[in-house]
């Protein structure tokens, strides 16, 4: 993961495949075209996962809607769309357990109607995912779901209103997902790619015939050049930016992608009280709301929301806030409002947009109703390949499909290894590593736990470097696990480049506190510039520039 060597590679090799964004899409098919033995290229205009790939749900699932969906309408792809899901939950868990893990979610009911309904839903969806089929490791083993009396549910969750009439528990799974993307990253470096991040598509160079023969990168830090990354086959993986980079290839081509915001805001744990997730089934236009407990904070979300300005931060406002605790409140004890909000984000939803007339000729359809599975496009003229759509639990199957095209393209053949291909830092952990590191090198256990968490069998490397030299050993804030060693770490091994690299992508504190990300940027800047070399003016810009992006994302989200 050295930037330098890689741009200097990108600017002088020509590649087999080139592939463009480091989202869970063009990472997934950077590591699957790397294993088959491709030489590969993944180039990210910003940092990997900067987009969609943070700003998700976070969960591992089939799709307890789409499953509802399937039956209410009898519709079998949308069966197939779950059944596909549940696999692949069982291989995201397993391929990085440090960074997936199983999360049971309790949706309260007012009825005992409602109670039956979706506890008959949720065995279909238990049957469905085939639990004795289940092989591998035994944290991807996920329990069935259970209706549990009222008593029960208070007990396991006690933020619950005590209104409600019982409650049905269900598990899928959870995952970190920034750093699953640069666990993805990591592993397809390691199987042999060239990745970088910072580097932004901003044109393509054509044959005679019109086909793509290289693409052109600006370097988006400190020198701004651009140069030409030559390759056979180039993969436009930009979640919803793909329609631009499809033009680029071939300004014919009309638009696939019809962009949705959907948004999150984050409360304080305490609010539900419980290491479980709650589901809300219905809001009141017609969806379904997630709290998930993530990083000892509440995530609340999501919303629907066509978006069209893609150059824009889908940024959380006022009105979503009270759209989201309004949704909330019915179901917990606690009476909420906006001063407990600490963080939010926004996403945009990269849905596909069907080539069905019907669906075109309905601008406004909502876009919930939209088809979301994923699929691999190829242009005849350019040669671009696009992968268009899917979601975060889909990304292996979905890199699958898109390099089996290449490969149809390249003439040759190779069979896909991702399926039981252990991530970076799946290697040496378990459940009790965090105990390891303790006796190794007796931090405090916190700490311990979050540096098995987030590196998993790697977490002795920023251990060690913050052993070695005790300023490093040094927490950055003191309510936080967090230690200097890590910036220090995610520079030199991770590629961060940026304050918000570090604090939005690497440790996730921007995700969930934007006043502790506020008071760790000095440190972070401090850290950062001693190992990138900033000058002191340089640091001064950085630091301001990130605290003024937070001081908009929490006068944004007060907005009435
Ligand atoms: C609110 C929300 C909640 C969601 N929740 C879930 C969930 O719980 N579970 C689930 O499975 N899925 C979920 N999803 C879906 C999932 O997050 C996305 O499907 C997935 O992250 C898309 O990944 P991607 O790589 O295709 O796109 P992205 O992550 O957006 O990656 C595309 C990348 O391309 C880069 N790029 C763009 N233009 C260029 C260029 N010119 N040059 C170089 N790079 C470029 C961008 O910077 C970006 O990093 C959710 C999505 C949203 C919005």
Not at 119 to 134: A, E, M, N, T
Not at 142 to 151: D, I, V
Not at 382 to 390: D, K, R, T
Request: charged residues 25%; contains cysteine.
């Amino acid at each position: 993961m050295n930037r330098a060597e890689n741009i200097d590679r990108l600017a002088n090799e020509t590649f087999d495949l080139c592939i463009i964004g480091g989202g869970a899409s063009g990472a997934g098919c950077a590591l699957d075209a790397a294993l088959r033995g491709l030489k590969v290229a993944l180039i990210e205009k910003t940092d990997f996962a900067a987009e969609t790939s943070s700003r998700s749900t976070k969960l591992v699932h089939g799709g307890v809607r789409y499953l509802e969906q399937a039956f209410k309408k009898l519709d079998f792809a949308q069966l197939r769309q779950v059944r596909h899901g549940l696999e692949e939950r069982r291989l995201v868990l397993q391929n990085a357990p440090h960074l997936a893990r199983p999360l049971g979610l309790l949706t309260p009911v007012f009825s005992w109607w409602e109670g039956f309904y979706i506890s008959i839903g949720l065995k279909l969806y238990d049957w469905i995912s085939g639990l004795r089929r289940q092989g591998g490791n035994e944290q991807a083993k996920l329990p069935s779901s259970r209706w549990l009396t009222r008593q029960e549910a208070l007990k396991i969750m006690p933020g619950l209103s005590p209104n409600i009439h019982s409650a049905v528990l269900y598990y899928d799974g959870l995952l970190d997902d920034s750093r699953y993307c640069l666990a993805l990253i990591q592993s397809a470096d390691e199987a042999g790619a060239v990745v970088a991040n910072h580097l932004e598509v901003v044109g393509f160079q054509k044959n005679a015939h019109g086909k793509l023969v290289a693409a052109t990168a600006t370097n988006q830090v400190q020198s701004g050049q651009s140069f030409e990354i030559k390759a056979k086959q180039f993969l436009n993986c930009t979640g919803p930016y793909a329609d631009p980079i499809r033009m680029m290839a071939n300004p014919r081509l009309s638009p696939r992608i019809r962009p949705s915001k959907g948004v999150h805001l984050v409360l304080p744990a305490d609010i539900l009280n419980s290491e479980k997730a709650m589901l809300i089934p219905k809001t009141r236009d017609g969806r379904m709301v997630f709290a998930i407990p993530f990083e000892d904070s509440l995530l609340l979300g999501t919303t629907d929301e066509p978006y069209s300005d893609l150059e824009k931060e889908p940024i959380l406002e006022g009105s979503e806030v009270d759209f989201l605790l309004e949704t909330l409140q019915p179901f917990v004890a606690r009476k909420i409002d906006k001063t407990q909000i600490r963080a939010g984000f926004g996403g945009i939803r990269p849905l596909l947009q069907s080539t069905n007339p019907q669906i075109t000729k309905f601008p406004n359809r909502q876009t919930r109703s939209l088809l979301r599975d994923h699929e691999v496009e190829r242009d005849p003229f350019s040669g671009l390949i696009s992968l268009l759509g899917g979601k975060w639990t889909t990304y292996r199957i979905m890199a699958s499909d898109a390099v089996d095209s290449v490969y149809d393209d390249l003439n040759i053949s190779a069979t896909c290894q991702t399926g039981n291909h252990r991530l970076v830092g799946a290697e040496g952990f378990t459940p009790d590593l965090w105990k390891k590191l303790r006796v190794e090198f007796g931090f405090d256990e916190d700490i311990c736990q979050h540096l098995a968490s987030k590196y998993g069998g790697r977490a002795r490397i920023p251990a060690a470097l913050a052993a070695g030299q005790p300023e490093l050993s040094d927490r950055i804030l003191p309510n936080f696990p967090f230690l200097k060693a890590e910036i220090v770490y995610a520079v030199r091994a991770e590629m961060a480049l940026s304050i918000r690299d570090f604090l939005a992508r690497r440790i996730r504190l921007e995700f969930i506190d934007w006043d502790a990300a506020k008071l760790a940027t000095p440190v972070v800047a401090k850290w950062m510039g001693n190992e990138l070399a900033w000058s002191a003016k340089e640091q001064a810009v950085q630091t301001s520039a990130y605290v003024t992006l937070l001081d908009s994302f929490m006068e944004r989200s007060k907005r009435t």
